[in-house]
Structure formats: C-alpha cells, structure tokens
C-alpha cells in the first residue's frame, strides 16, 4: 500500500491561484499514475488531472488550460497548480495512486475554496 499526505488548500479569491502537494510513501516504486480527484457538495466527483510514471498529463476539460499537474520523483511528490481558479472549482480535492490499474492509495482530501 501507498500512504499519500496532501497539503496546500485553502481560501482564496477568484482568480487567484493555489499549489497542492501530495507526498507518497511505502511502495513507492509500484506506483505507475498517480491524480487528483475533487467532490463539491452535491456534485459528482470529478476526475481533475493524472499524471503517468513517464510523465504523461491529462486534464479535465473543465480545468485545461488552468491546472497543471507535475510529479518529482526524487521527493516522491505530486503537485496540482490551481491558476484562475473560479467559485465553481471549490471542492475538497484528492489525490490517488494506482498501480496495474488498481487503486493503492487515497489521500484525506484538502480543501479549496475559490471565493466571488
């Protein structure tokens, strides 16, 4: 198993922008994609962005263009730059790690919340 600790939410204004981490340990080595989820309040989760073990991004389209997802592997960390952040992106945010195709770590979830 794969214990991920994210960090980095908050509060801030429409427009602003957000950084969060997201630091894996245990078995590391197996982890092939790891991402971010993130749920508002009575909305369906929503799957924000991934990035492979070669380097490999993907984005929701709801946030292309604004986020960016990097990975270092040498701090075993995975990073999620929130820019022009919207109201509408409020929601508690989650990273994942998968390995084969099957999940092997979930984060606690951190908050963000994008005022008007």
């Known amino acids: 198993q794969v214990q991920l600790v994210e960090s980095g939410g908050g509060l801030v204004q429409s427009g602003g922008s957000l950084r969060l981490s997201c630091a894996a340990s245990g078995i590391i080595f197996s982890i092939e994609l790891m991402g971010w989820y993130r749920q508002a309040p009575g909305k369906q989760r929503e799957l924000v962005a991934t990035?492979?073990?070669?380097?490999?991004?993907g984005y929701a389209d709801s946030v292309k263009g604004r986020f960016t997802i990097s990975r270092d592997a040498v701090k075993n960390t995975v990073y999620l730059q929130l820019n022009s952040l919207k109201p509408e992106d409020t929601a508690v945010y989650y990273c994942?790690?998968?390995?084969?195709?099957?999940?092997?770590?979930w984060g606690q979830g951190t908050q963000v919340t994008v005022s008007s």
């Open positions: 990035v492979t073990s070669r380097g490999r991004t």
């Open positions: 994942y790690a998968d390995q084969s195709g099957r999940r092997i770590g």
